[in-house]
């Protein structure tokens, strides 16, 4: 286990340098999205972070300026909101780079559960709320594991699926997080989150096939 303040060193040290090698790549990005739509470069939604306090998440914008009122918190596949190059900026994880200022700030770690928006957390459980004695997190292994999750939310239904399977089951692995993590466990999740990124980066997405039957 490790200690909150152990763990704020680890991340300011971490967060710094990383801040340095992402800032060119956020400026390039966010020209990108200045180009490419309408509306303001930096998303800045709430989000549920330590003790159930609420606090602004910055990301790069990837979604139309209106997609807040124009469906649901979360990201369907095929979602028309998403821009073209939105798409990428998600795919790559380019999009959640901004965070390190979350980080620095305090908000959030470089590791933890994912900030989940208010409208879901009031849906969760008290086994569940366990996730929120931590800071939220830039990555987890529940966020490497549902890179794609997207994918499994399809049709009308789409937010019935996030709220009754997915968000379960991504609870259940950051409640396992929480109760056992350790600096080890974070730079293995931040090795692991690199290599995501980099393959992403240089590969081109492979589509779903269709199977008959």
Do not use: C
């Not at 972070?49 to 139309?64: A, D, N, Q, V």
């Not at 928006?117 to 929120?132: A, C, F, G, I, S």
């Not at 800071?135 to 239904?157: F, N, R």
């Not at 992403?200 to 039957?213: G, H």
């Amino acid at each position: 286990m490790t200690t909150p303040k152990l763990k704020r060193v680890f991340d300011i040290a971490l967060a710094i340098p990383a801040s340095l090698v992402a800032a060119p790549i956020v400026v390039v990005s966010a020209l990108l999205v200045r180009l490419d739509s309408r509306g303001p470069v930096f998303y800045r939604g709430w989000r549920t972070g330590l003790g159930g306090r609420p606090f602004r998440i910055y990301k790069l914008r990837t979604m139309e300026a209106d997609a807040d009122t124009a469906g649901p918190e979360i990201t369907r596949a095929n979602d028309q909101r998403v821009t073209r190059i939105g798409r990428m900026l998600r795919r790559t994880k380019i999009d959640e780079l901004p965070q390190l200022f979350n980080v620095l700030s305090g908000h959030m770690s470089l590791v933890g559960p994912r900030p989940e928006h208010p409208n879901y957390v009031r849906l969760y459980t008290p086994e569940q709320r366990r996730v929120l004695e931590v800071k939220p997190g830039m990555t987890s292994l529940a966020s490497i594991l549902y890179a794609d999750e997207q994918d499994l939310l399809v049709g009308e239904h789409a937010e019935k699926t996030y709220v009754d399977v997915v968000m379960p089951e991504k609870l259940e692995i950051d409640r396992r997080y929480v109760e056992s993590q350790s600096l080890r466990t974070d730079f293995v999740i931040l090795l692991r989150t690199a290599r995501l990124m980099l393959t992403r980066s240089l590969l081109p997405r492979r589509r779903p096939t269709s199977r008959t039957s």
